[in-house]
């Protein structure tokens, strides 16, 4: 019979938030270990489901893509001579993953490369979360800026030195689901009135900076002990304690709030 901590171990391990990483390696080009300090990164934050790395092994400096990180990524060889072409694989990869049964709730892009913009505005609008790393010089202002979370490619030994510390942070930060509705409310009334839409990455990043102890859906503890799986899960929350209600992907609040506000 299964130990009792076999299972406390399965059912954490299925809080955890799921992450997907996409890696554009003509864009970013990291060596082995960097490689593996990037996983360890991904795996502090959740369970990793996922690791592609796209590349074209007819360039030159990509043709030892596979031997070099096929032990731990997903290696994908892009051979089209077209330009983006291999930026193209790696976004219709990463939506058909969104829609699929094994849905990521965390995307990590490593790319600074502003093809992929729009991509994480419509995962923003699917409340997905998206992580970006780049190496500094060459990453789009706008593409940082509207990650949810963005870091240096450079700064990966320093990420995952801390990793354990910023583990132990994130059990500490715990916040009530009620608490966490007065926060949405507050994000949602601030981002209306600054004439910004109202989309899923927007207020979750605006509710991080409102509470230190809000550290995403998953620092959200509910009366069962439980955690949110994606933020999504929280909003169907709040808008069935008639809180907010959701249209065309966007919140608002609803009128007797409004008129609270």
């Known amino acids: 019979m299964p130990h009792a901590n076999q299972f406390s171990k399965k059912q954490a391990s299925q809080q955890l938030p799921l992450i997907s990483i996409y890696w554009d390696y003509q864009n970013a080009k990291l060596s082995p270990s960097q490689a593996k300090s990037l996983l360890d990164l991904a795996q502090s934050k959740g369970r990793v489901i996922s690791a592609k790395v796209y590349y074209n092994a007819q360039c030159q400096d990509q043709v030892s893509v596979k031997d070099d990180f096929g032990n731990l990524f997903n290696c994908l060889n892009v051979p089209c001579p077209l330009k983006d072409s291999a930026d193209n694989q790696l976004i219709a990869d990463c939506l058909g993953?969104?829609?699929?049964?094994?849905?990521?709730?965390?995307?990590?892009?490593?790319?600074?490369?502003?093809?992929?913009?729009?991509?994480?505005?419509?995962?923003?609008?699917?409340?997905?979360?998206?992580?970006?790393?780049?190496?500094?010089g060459n990453v789009k202002q706008k593409l940082k800026e509207l990650a949810d979370e963005f870091y240096f490619l450079d700064d990966l030994p320093r990420l995952t030195n801390n990793k354990t510390q910023a583990q132990n942070t994130t059990l500490m930060s715990q916040i009530n689901c009620k608490e966490a509705i007065e926060y949405l409310i507050e994000a949602i009334n601030t981002l209306s009135n600054q004439g910004k839409p109202t989309v899923f990455g927007s207020i979750d990043k605006l509710m991080r900076q409102l509470c230190d102890k809000y550290q995403g859906c998953s620092s959200i503890s509910t009366a069962n002990g439980k955690r949110f799986k994606n933020f999504s899960q929280f909003i169907d929350v709040a808008v069935k304690d008639g809180k907010v209600r959701k249209q065309n992907h966007e919140l608002f609040l609803t009128e007797l709030d409004m008129l609270a506000a």
Do not use: E, R, T
């Open 97 to 136: 993953d969104i829609h699929s049964n094994m849905s990521p709730d965390i995307i990590m892009i490593i790319s600074g490369d502003g093809d992929f913009i729009k991509l994480v505005h419509n995962l923003q609008k699917l409340g997905k979360q998206a992580i970006i790393l780049a190496q500094k």
